[in-house]
């Protein structure tokens, strides 16, 4: 959003500057500008939806599937109000948790040794190049047929999902690793080992964090895909069963749900980034 | 001398990292034959390459494979289709109207980090898992990508080129045509990469779901009835398609907008 | 009495893949004595940077042998130490702890390594700048961080590579003056390498000017100058007569 704010394109950044003269508060309506019809647009949109029924008629069949803003805010609330939603999501959030760490515990040694070794990298190529390309969600099936029904089949498609980013970006870190710093820790007689610890994993962080950022999407994804077809449980079982009963309102009161944990998660990751990035020399300009 | 070394490279030094490759793609599937000669073949949960071959000649055969890859086909590159034709003139429009911008912007932001996959099944009840109902769950999980790449491919116009096409009095069309979408082109195609990503997933969320035909349908329906070599086929099959449509566009990529490589 | 460092006819080719090799030395000889104080120039690409890597032990040569009392060196060891000349601060490291890598990695407990790294930071001039990142830092002193990184292990030998050039000649001269009484108090062998003719005959017992690459010893000069060095030794005719004459000798490697 920083973006809109700084990027003008330049015709109308030349209308502006030729009406510039006028008015100190013109400017600040110009840097209230974004947020006003950012804003506008979400509320147009929730009061249309919320009152199309009133304009519109609607035949009973439509009616049915049809779910209104305040009735969705309303379920959503009744959800946390009586507390229905916290074993369904405890149970999304064990297998998020669970295949996350085990993505994050393989992915990060393992992209640390291929970026370290040539021969390694050139001959998991094929299979990493494969294995990222199709979506992880074809071997649902297979997975469930492995693992059951339940935790463990969900726990294998988060970790399938979420392992590749993870892997990848840790290995262009590696690679991207600078070969000067790495003699000079040689230098003082460090082994692999050091060399991975001091140098390699501080330079990979960035990459490993954008990787992360995408390993909690795929995952959020592992999760909600995983419990349509293979669940009893969770979150995403509550909201199949809530399409098939037309509990519309219900399905996206689980959208909203997902949702907002995606966004948490994604904003932790970006807290951490901010941590560990003190190092940086973009970072006091970045601040 | 520079020429004299390269020409004197061996083959296998020029061809290295492909020939190990090769070699570790080979060994996996002769390991993977080769592994039953010790460990029980148990054929309901797991099958060897051998039998995978076999089946496959099956699948081609009957002709199954090719219907169920033309059935999936349809709703991918109808939903690919509408995705490119909106969301590519939504991101134009978002980048190049500061307004338009500012009321989209947060909206889509939102969609695009809200795992909209989650809307599936509501969309299967809304429209079935013929193939308009699939198109449209591809639509939504690829249109996306398309506007955000657009709507970031306006903003990186040179402004110098936009002055220099004015000046040379070329109107707003001319505008459009040879700064905006020449610029914006790579963008598009960057974006398309992903967006097939998410069109596969689509395609299969929708025929995983209750669909009757289309490869998603045939991979659940194998595992159902436990045929694990052509379960395995389709998977491979799958596999392969994802390789050559992300590989292909990321080729395209590298032949047509050379000066990007590297971002 | 053999060499306390010894290289002999050391030759060293650099085939980067896909490119044309290079040459880097060849048929290169060199004798240090302990407790000596070496200079080298050498025009550019030469490989002076190159043979102090193989004494670092990063680098193995492919032809000839270097060793060190006697032995074949054949890695990197506590008893030398390298200044980078392209500093090689680990940016994610504040200065004090960039300065205690080598004691880290030598297990020294950390009390310890505390207190060697002040006493370096106060050596080297860099007071109040121990909790600062090295994109905080100007070159010159990026250099001080990389000296003091290297001395703070003691090593026996220390291997300079144009350790000066990122200060301002100021500095220089303190840093110079400071080098030496390091020198003098620590019995250290340093072998320097350094791009101009005044530092190298000011610090040096011996001045050794190589060739084009391939890179070899093409004259030795020894330096008479009496010790302690003093800032006007620099003005005698005598320095400026051994400063004419090692131009002379180093101006027909770089014109060719
Ligand atoms: N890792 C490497 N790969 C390929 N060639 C290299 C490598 N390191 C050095 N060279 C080449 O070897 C030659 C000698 O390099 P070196 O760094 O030793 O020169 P130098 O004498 O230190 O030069 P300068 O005074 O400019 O620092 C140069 O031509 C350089 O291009
Ligand atoms: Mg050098």
Request: charged letters at 15%.
């Amino acid at each position: 959003m920083a973006e809109t704010q700084t990027l003008q394109t330049p015709v109308v950044a030349a209308r502006d500057r030729a009406e510039e003269s006028d008015a100190p508060a013109r400017s600040l309506w110009r840097r209230m500008e974004p947020w006003a019809f950012g804003l506008g647009s979400i509320v147009v949109l929730l009061l249309v939806w919320q009152f199309l029924p009133s304009f519109v008629p609607m035949k009973a069949g439509t009616k049915l599937f049809f779910t209104v803003p305040s009735h969705i805010a309303g379920t959503l609330w009744r959800m946390f109000a009586t507390g229905s939603v916290w074993a369904p999501l405890g149970v999304s959030a064990t297998a998020f948790a669970i295949g996350l760490g085990l993505a994050i515990a393989a992915g990060l040694p393992l992209g640390i040794l291929l970026g370290r070794s040539t021969v390694l990298n050139a001959m998991f190529d094929p299979f990493i190049t494969a294995f990222n390309a199709t979506p992880r969600l074809v071997f649902l099936p297979l997975l469930m047929l492995w693992f059951g029904i339940g935790l463990w089949s969900k726990v294998a498609i988060v970790f399938l999902g979420a392992l590749f980013p993870l892997l990848i970006n840790t290995y262009e870190g590696v690679r991207n690793s600078d070969k000067l710093l790495i003699n000079v820790v040689r230098s003082f007689g460090a082994n692999e080992w050091d060399i991975a610890r001091l140098v390699v994993l501080p330079n990979s962080l960035p990459f490993i964090i954008v990787g992360l950022r995408l390993a909690i999407g795929r995952a959020i994804l592992g999760v909600v895909v995983a419990e349509f077809f293979g669940a009893q449980d969770g979150l995403g079982v509550i909201m199949v069963r809530a399409a098939s009963g037309f509990r519309v309102d219900v399905v996206f009161a689980g959208l909203i749900i997902f949702a907002g944990l995606s966004l948490l998660m994604t904003g932790l990751v970006q807290l951490l980034e901010k941590r560990m990035s003190r190092w940086r020399p973009d970072h006091a300009n970045a601040g | 001398m520079a020429e004299e070394t390269t020409v004197r490279q061996s083959f296998a030094a020029r061809y290295r990292n492909f020939l190990l490759g090769a070699l570790a793609v080979v060994l996996f599937f002769a390991a993977w034959q080769a592994v039953f000669l010790w460990v029980p073949f148990n054929p309901l949960f797991i099958t060897k390459p051998s039998l995978i071959a076999a089946g496959y000649v099956d699948l081609i055969e009957s002709g199954e494979l090719f219907h169920d890859l033309a059935v999936s086909s349809v709703p991918f590159f109808l939903g690919l289709g509408a995705a490119v034709i909106i969301g590519v003139p939504l991101g134009i429009l978002m980048g190049w109207r500061p307004r338009v911008g500012y009321a989209l912007d947060p909206l889509m932001t939102i969609f695009y980090a809200s795992p909209l996959v989650a809307l599936a099944p509501l969309l299967v009840i809304f429209f079935g898992v013929g193939v308009w109902g699939k198109s449209i769950i591809v639509f939504t999980l690829s249109v996306f990508p398309f506007i955000f790449n657009a709507y970031a491919g306006v903003h990186a116009v040179d402004r110098l080129l936009i002055n220099v096409v004015r000046s040379l009095g070329g109107g707003e069309w001319a505008l459009y045509r040879k700064v905006i979408f020449p610029s914006v082109l790579p963008y598009i195609v960057a974006a398309s990469r992903v967006a097939v990503g998410r069109a596969l997933i689509a395609v299969l969320v929708g025929e995983f779901f209750a669909a009757s035909e289309g490869i998603g349908f045939a991979i659940s329906r194998f595992g159902d009835i436990f045929a694990m070599d052509r379960m395995f086929g389709c998977i491979l099959t799958v596999m392969v398609i994802a390789v050559i449509l992300t590989e292909g566009i990321r080729w395209a990529e590298r032949a047509a907008f050379p000066w990007r490589v590297g971002r | 009495m053999t060499g306390y460092i010894q290289g002999r006819n050391v030759g060293l080719t650099f085939r980067p893949p896909n490119r044309a090799p290079v040459r880097a030395l060849g048929g290169f000889d060199i004798e240090v004595e302990e407790g000596e104080f070496l200079s080298i120039v050498g025009p550019s690409g030469c490989g002076k940077s190159t043979f102090l890597s193989i004494l670092l032990g990063l680098i193995h040569p492919d032809s000839g042998e270097v060793l060190m009392h006697g032995r074949r060196i054949s890695g990197p060891g506590s008893d030398r130490a390298m200044v980078f000349q392209e500093f090689g601060l680990l940016p994610w490291r504040t200065v004090q702890h960039n300065i205690e890598l080598g004691l880290e990695l030598k297990k020294v407990p950390k009390e310890k390594r505390r207190a060697a790294a002040a006493r370096l930071v106060s050596l080297v001039g860099l007071t109040g700048f121990e909790a600062h990142y090295p994109h905080e830092l100007s070159g010159g002193m990026k250099q001080r961080v990389g000296l003091a990184r290297a001395l703070a292990t003691d090593p026996e030998v220390l291997l300079m590579d144009e350790p000066f050039a990122a200060l301002d000649a100021q500095t220089r001269d303190l840093m110079q003056v400071e080098l030496l009484r390091i020198w003098r108090e620590a019995k250290k062998t340093v072998l320097f390498v350094t791009h101009q003719i005044d530092e190298a005959i000011y610090l040096s017992d011996r001045v050794m000017v190589m060739s084009k690459r391939p890179g070899r010893a093409k004259r030795i000069f020894a330096i008479k100058l009496p010790r302690p060095r003093e800032y006007e030794m620099r003005v005698t005719p005598e320095f400026n007569d051994l400063k004419l004459e090692i131009w002379n000798t180093l101006k027909d490697e770089i014109a060719a």
